[in-house]
């Protein structure tokens, strides 16, 4: 997960972090969603959460209309703010209320990677519809309108015809460079993980021939969707949401390889363990943090969100007077957080040492 969106984190807790099932998927949803909320309330009372910002939490949590079907939510506040509100793509294996002083967000990684930010381009020869879907559940939408006369072809013979058909294709051509300038700019201002053409198969394959390397290296046509009145919505959904889980898949895979490939260099880009973890990410010299199953590990932190070591030693001797020991699955994502690295969590495809590794920077 590219950790950008994470950045408001970065400030003084104690904070209350809970990931819980959101799923409206039965008659009795609304029961047992309050349910759980009023289990949530228990456990952070019972751990001496202050008020303002349990509340805070759990009238976000009950305020906004359920999913429909299933999904999970998380929300971390401090101060009596919430500061992250996801809505999860599928229900976290087991709840968590958690107050301490640092954020636990690993479950917001894990799921709402599920579906990246993207674009979908509905294109034809007139235009676009282009809808930016952001990791939080929210759609932004915008069109682009070119010329419509002329831009189909007529039958026929003569010069007269041969210039209009010309000239319609020209048009298009207009047109199809005036999208490919759209969703370039959006491409740079949003940074979506995958860009899904859909449409008419000629003016999404011109689209895709127009636009540039670097974008047309995260761009993907679908078979699927149309401008025109009527066209399969649910069709074009169900192809984007294959299209995304399965580039996950091959994300993972590929992260994995290259991650075995540098520990077996003898200098290689990779850290695994605990204590090279931890050391790299306070030299700022991580690229990705992975995490697998961290279980109760802990590490010893100082004031900075990046100061992290195995050892108070460690810490000591870099100025640090009073390190504190804090659970590894909050302080190391939030150092990662802090010196700008993604964060993966692996399934079975990694066997990582206590639970952490990292693709590095430099050597």
Known sequence: MDTAELHALLTDGPFVSVHFDESHDTEDAAKQLRLRLKEIDAALDEQGADRPTAEAVLHTAAADPPPVGQGGRSLVAAHGAVLLDRRLAAPP?????RYSALPYFLPTVTHTDDVPVHLVVLVDRVGADMELHRADGSVETETVRGQDHPVHKVRGGGPAHRDIQSHA???AHQNLAEVADRVAKAAERARPR????????QARAELHDRLSAPVRAITAEVDTGGRAPGADR???DRSVRELLAGRRLVELDDLAERFRAESARRSGLAANGLPSVAGALAAANVDTLLISDPGDAAV???PEPAQVGVRAGDLEASGVDHPVRRRADEALPYAA??????????????ELADGFGAILRHA
């Open 337 to 350: 957080v802090a010196v700008g690295a993604d964060v993966v969590v692996m399934d079975e495809r990694l």
């Open 169 to 171: 294709e020209q048009t």
């Open 300 to 302: 010893y932190t100082g």
């Open 93 to 97: 294996p087991a709840q968590e209320a």
């Open 234 to 236: 649910a069709e074009l």
């Open 194 to 201: 995958v860009i899904v053409l859909a449409g008419e198969v």
